[in-house]
């Protein structure tokens, strides 16, 4: 199997390992139309294939302890106007995004717990689909040269 025919079986591979993904985020609570799961893709590099995302995938899937480095107020007013959020009579929007920041700083935030599921399950797909492709080259590869032999036989 030559380095193209690699790449373009790992190109193939792409939606494949977007679906499992996404999949399994979605088990674990997390919703198929965010903008996390719509940022989740994969990318054929010089050493294989890397799982994209933003930046925040990982943390949403080992949630965050209380007491440790606060959430950015610019996300959570994001976060508050894609989801239409509205503040209470006489908030502001930096006020109901203090106040989450303030929640999430106390209580933490639950973790999913995605993100050891998503890359067992998609570097297990991976290896018995490259397993099968290979193995079937090789078989081809020593049929080949069985049947150029001159001493080979027809079967």
Same mark, same amino acid.
């Given at each position: 199997m030559e380095k193209q025919d690699i790449l373009n079986l790992l190109n193939d591979l792409i939606p494949q390992l977007n679906k499992i993904t996404i @999949? %399994?985020?979605t088990q674990s609570g997390v919703k198929g139309s965010t903008n996390l799961t719509k940022s989740v893709g994969f990318?054929? $590099?010089? $050493?294989?294939?890397a799982l994209m995302a933003n930046s925040y995938w990982y943390y949403v899937s080992e949630g965050r302890r209380p007491a440790t480095r606060k959430v950015p107020i610019t996300a959570l007013i994001d976060y508050i106007k894609r989801y239409g959020l509205t503040p209470r009579n006489g908030q502001t929007i930096n006020q109901l995004a203090f106040a989450i @920041? $303030? &929640? +999430? %700083?106390? @209580?933490? +935030?639950?973790?999913k717990? %995605? &993100?050891d599921k998503v890359i067992d399950a $998609?570097?297990?797909f991976t290896q018995e689909l490259l397993a099968d492709e290979i193995a079937e080259d090789i078989a081809n590869e020593v049929v080949q040269v069985m049947t150029a032999t001159p001493y080979a036989t027809e079967i």
């Open positions: @999949q %399994y985020m990318e054929v $590099t010089n $050493t294989g294939i @920041q $303030t &929640a +999430i %700083y106390k @209580q933490g +935030i639950n973790p717990n %995605y &993100a $998609t570097g297990e």
